[in-house]
């Protein structure tokens, strides 16, 4: 895999891991914070590796099952702070909504995004599902209009989107 294949996480992951730990807490809290309006709270007493795995989670998992072990053993290992934020993004998933980043989008949007990204020409299935092929177009048209590149579905984006497959941009 080539750089220019990594999702933005990842290379996120990798300039923290370049310039040190102390970025990767600052960008996280600040991306968390950017799509919830409000900062994520992490135990303090995370380990490097405990951490970088959670934020993995939390931007990238989209399996409740999955977040809910990754929440009870958070729990088992007493760091309450992050289970609540991991089983909170899980009960998200759970009733029908994707999380990109982390904000919660609903199928029908994921749907209407795709049909707009389709109309534009790019080559997506239009199914309501969020996978890896609707969120590569998605940051192949935020970098086309000066957006974000983050493959999340923000209200900006979804604005974008519409006003770019209605002709008006």
């Known amino acids: 895999m080539t750089m220019a294949e990594w999702t933005s996480t990842e290379k996120c992951l990798a300039a923290a891991g ?10 996280s809290r600040r991306r968390y914070a950017d ?12 380990s ?37 934020v991991v089983a909170q993004k899980a009960a998200l998933l759970e009733h029908g909504g994707h999380v990109t980043g982390q904000l919660v989008v609903s199928s029908r949007d994921v749907m209407m995004a795709q049909q707009w990204l389709r109309s534009l020409g790019y080559s997506v299935l239009v199914n309501g599902v969020l996978d890896s092929r609707t969120v590569q177009a998605v940051e192949r048209f935020q970098s086309l209009h000066d957006l974000d590149i983050d493959g999340v579905l923000t209200p900006s984006t979804m604005a974008m989107l519409k006003a770019a497959s209605e002709g008006r941009i």
Do not use: W, Y
Request: hydrophobic share 50%.
């Open 18 to 27: 370049a310039v040190g730990v102390g970025l990767l807490i600052f960008q």
């Open 48 to 84: 490097t590796d405990t951490r970088q795995a959670v934020m993995a989670a939390l931007a990238k998992e989209a399996d409740p099952d999955v977040l809910h072990t990754l929440a009870q053993k958070l729990e088992a290992a007493s760091h309450h702070k992050t289970a609540l």
């Open 35 to 46: 799509h919830n309006a409000c900062p994520i709270v992490l135990d303090a007493d995370l």
